[in-house]
């Protein structure tokens, strides 16, 4: 019964892991550079920036700013997605051929 129980919570672990993502090396340095993206889950142009980076949008630092509505006025966001690198809101969706030039970081 132990060894039973032991491989199915072996397996579930393995199961649950995430996969890395394509793209974790380029997110992990973006988000090293201090940029964050500002948007909300209902946000269709959001939703297709975060599918643009597949997995590995969870290394991009992330402001919902429907539960962060001070941080998002704060930070004179005016519309979704909104990007902030260098002190400098770039609002819209960007690809990463001007992530990579704006952020310094390569894909």
Request: charged share 15%; hydrophobic share 35%; glycine share 6%.
């Amino acid at each position: 019964m132990k060894k039973i129980l032991l491989v199915i919570l072996t397996l579930l672990l393995v199961g649950c892991t995430s996969t890395p993502g394509p793209y974790d090396s380029f997110a992990k340095c973006i988000t090293s550079k201090n940029v964050t993206m500002y948007g909300t889950s209902w946000c269709v142009h959001c939703q297709a920036q975060k599918k643009l980076f597949e997995n590995s949008f969870q290394y991009i630092h992330f402001v919902d700013c429907d539960k962060n509505v001070q941080t998002c006025v704060d930070a004179n966001v005016n519309g979704y997605p909104t990007w902030n690198i260098n002190n400098t809101n770039y609002p819209g969706e960007l690809t990463f051929y001007n992530l990579s030039r704006l952020s310094g970081c390569n894909t």
